[in-house]
Nanobody, 115 residues
Framework: QVQLVESGGGLVQSGGSLRLSCAAS????????MAWYRQAPGKQRDLVAR???????SYVDSVKGRFTISRDIAKNTIDLQMNSLKPEDTAVYYC?????????WGQGTQVTVSS
């Protein structure tokens, strides 16, 4: 029933910026938390940033100071502002909604950072 759709991915140069957006069919604030994950080729899918409905934001150490997760209540989206991008940020980025019964995944959006 719940659908998540990511957008905003693309090809950027090292040092550039991108803003990802996750649109949800359900109300973002009805979930316990929303998050962004990423998966590079041949690697595990790792948590990048998380924003609880109640609580503090968290980030993986490698993106602290460069990425910012936020919610847009009017548009019912969660966004990931990515600045100072590095080639190692290249991955498919996935939106995740943490519900009380289960979690939900989007299909992902490709981010490629060239050197």
């Amino acid at each position: 029933q719940v659908q998540l759709v990511e957008s905003g991915g693309g090809l950027v140069q090292s040092g550039g910026s991108l803003r990802l957006s996750c649109a949800a069919s359900g109300m973002i604030l009805s979930f316990d938390a929303m998050a962004w994950y990423r998966q590079a080729p041949g690697k595990q899918r790792d948590l990048v940033a998380r924003i609880p409905t109640v609580g503090i934001k968290s980030y993986v150490d490698s993106v602290k100071g460069r990425f910012t997760i936020s919610r847009d209540i009017a548009k019912n989206t969660i966004d990931l502002q990515m600045n100072s991008l590095k080639p190692e940020d290249t991955a498919v980025y996935y939106c995740h909604a943490e519900g009380t019964r289960r979690g939900y995944w989007g299909q992902g959006t490709q981010v490629t950072v060239s050197s």
